[in-house]
């Protein structure tokens, strides 16, 4: 079943999968850290999964990616450069990849 987004609902929908991108660079710098407990890093998954359930009409396999992030990202930037630059957006591999999938499965589904 493909579903279209309206042209006024777009920015809303992109400013969504924002927050997921978010949410997801936040829990790859927890996944990255050595000094925060593991539940933390459990929090913030069990909050994307919960966010991303707004998705589930438009990508209805975003679900089984994200717990393939949370199984198999183990992408870590360079502590390092981390500490120099505080970016946390060097973190993470497989997350990137399906983040571009995602906003390119929305794109398609504009009218």
């Known amino acids: 079943m493909e579903v279209k ?8 929908v992109q400013a969504e999968l924002k927050k997921l991108e978010d ?3 936040q ?8 000094r925060t407990p593991r539940s933390h890093r459990r929090l913030v998954e069990t909050q994307i999964l919960e966010e991303a359930s707004a998705f ?11 717990e393939k992030i949370f199984r198999e990202d183990r992408g870590c ?3 390092i450069s981390y500490l120099r630059t505080g970016d946390k ?3 993470g591999e ?3 990849d399906f983040l571009k999938e995602w906003k390119s499965q929305l794109d398609t589904q504009k009218h």
Not at 27 to 34: G, K, N, T
């Open 77 to 79: 930037g360079s502590c």
């Open 56 to 66: 589930e009409l438009l990508i209805p396999d975003m679900k089984t990616g994200l």
């Open 23 to 25: 949410l997801l660079v």
């Open 89 to 91: 957006r060097q973190n």
């Open 27 to 34: 829990r790859q710098h927890l996944f990255c850290s050595s």
């Open 94 to 96: 497989m997350m990137w």
């Open 5 to 12: 987004i309206k042209r006024n609902q777009v920015d809303l």
